[in-house]
Structure formats: C-alpha cells, structure tokens
C-alpha cells in the first residue's frame, strides 16, 4: 500500500492511506543506508498481520525536497510567517527564509500575523513598508491570528499551486519563534491543538512550543505541517553564484549586466545596480542581498 508519513515518535512512523493511520517500523534496510524516514514522505508500507500489529515501511519514495532541521520532506509551499510587532519584524532572517524556500523549488507566500499591534502610528508605517517591500515579489496576506482575521483568505491561497504526486498540497509554515505560527495552525485546523506560547519577556522571542513534527489535512486536499523547526537554519549552503537566482526581483535585470558573472556590487554597468538606484528593486532587499552574499564569501575563506 502507498502511503504518507505524517507524525515519526521514538522509531514509531504514522502512515496515512485513504483517510487511515497506520502505526508503523521501518525495515532495517533504511537504517543499513543511512537513510530515515521523514514527515512527508511517500512511501510503500506492509499492513500488520493482526488489527494491533504494527505495519512495516518498505519503500520511500523519491522525495522533491527535504530538510534536516526539521525532518520533513516534499513540500510543496511555504507561508514565511513574520510578526508585524512583538516580536519586532527582522527582515534579514526573513529574506534567509525566503532563499531557503526558493531553493528548495517551491511556492512562496509571506505572512505578516499581529497586524492587530501595529494599528496606529509607526508600527502602522512600517507594516505598510512590509508590504510594499515583499508584495513586489510574493503574494502577501496580512492576518490577526488571536482574532482569526485573513484566515479564510490564507485558506484560499494555500489551496492554489501545484499539488504532490499522491494528490495533496503539502504546506509547511516557516518563521522565526514568537511570530504565531502555532496560533495560525490552530485557526486553520482546530483539531491540531498545537500549543502556543507567550513571548518571553527577556528575549522578546517565542518559546519553542512544538516539540514533534507532524501533518495535518486541512480537509480540501492540503495538508499542513506543524514543526518544531525552521527558527534557524544554515542559509550559507547556498553558493556564491547561486544566490542571485534566489532573490526573483533581481533575475530579470541580472541578464542585461555587461558581465555574465557579475555579482552586483562593484562591477561597471551592472543593470542591478541600476534597478536599485532607479527604485525598480528594493533598496532594503538589495541589501540583504549584498549581506547574504558577503556571508557566504566569509564563510568560504574557512
């Protein structure tokens, strides 16, 4: 039978096929080549022999993507998730995130939650920055999650975008810790009883709440991942060539600069550049763009 993985506890895999569950082990062949099963995996499993009996993975199949911090795999959108106060939004770990997703092939969606905190004022301006910054370049729904505000416009653009190979659209929610991502879980699948957790006053950062990395169907075809990871990750993996093709704003230009390898920084008539200067591409993430990249090249002296 052909199945998806949806929870892995202490060795136990949970095998979702037509609405069931099965509680499963994987063969030893997995462990012999270094490979373990993850959430979101498809795979072929064998049903117990008796009704209690737990059911054997034979097979995983080949997986679009996967992750190591946390273990999930074949995602096919991510929701970057960011607070638009409390904590205060950091756009340089944001557009980390944003690289990781657009590596990894998938659909982009940013999430700007707590839109109930920055109502007035200068908080107010600088959601409205927020959104003028990344609308340019990926869709953007503002929300309240503690007021269940935009979550039925969330539902209907998590249902958009190609779907997996058994049919389903996997979703993982990314973000730093604190901005509500398991708020948000909570008001698209109730049944989810993900945990929240306050802000910590000291650190102004959200307690890590989950503790396991599951899916859950949201009962039209998309299924949602609820992790406890994608807080921090290593974004230097990316090479210094590649990185252009992660900021989507910057591709269309990069092809009229004089030099094919032009990195975007000092190098004359460089069309990058130009955009910025003539406001055809954010200031802000050209940027972090420059940081990302300087990190990567710091990183590479070692």
Known sequence: MKGTIVKGIAGFYYVRHEGEVYQCKARGLFKKDDIKPMVGD???FE?????????????IYTRRNSFIRPPISNVDCFVIVMAAANPKPNLAVMDKFLVMAEKSNTDIIVCINKTDLAAKGRKALELENLKNVYGQVYPVITLSGTKG???????????EGAASSDGTRHIALAGPSGVGKSTLLNCLIPHAEAETGDISHKSKRGKHTTRHSELFDLGDGTMI????GFTSFDILEADEE??????PEIAPFAVQ????????????????????EAGRISQQRYESYVTQLNEIREKNKY
């Open 149 to 159: 505000e935009g979550i039925d416009e969330l539902k209907e653009k998590l249902a």
């Open 42 to 44: 498809f795979v072929e």
């Open 47 to 59: 049903h117990g022999a008796g009704e209690d009996d737990d059911g054997w993975i034979t097979e």
């Open 225 to 228: 991942f609820d992790t406890p």
């Open 242 to 247: 590649e990185l252009q093709h992660y900021y």
């Open 257 to 276: 600069c004089r030099y094919d390898n032009c990195r975007h920084i000092k190098e004359p008539d460089c069309a990058v550049r130009d955009a910025v």
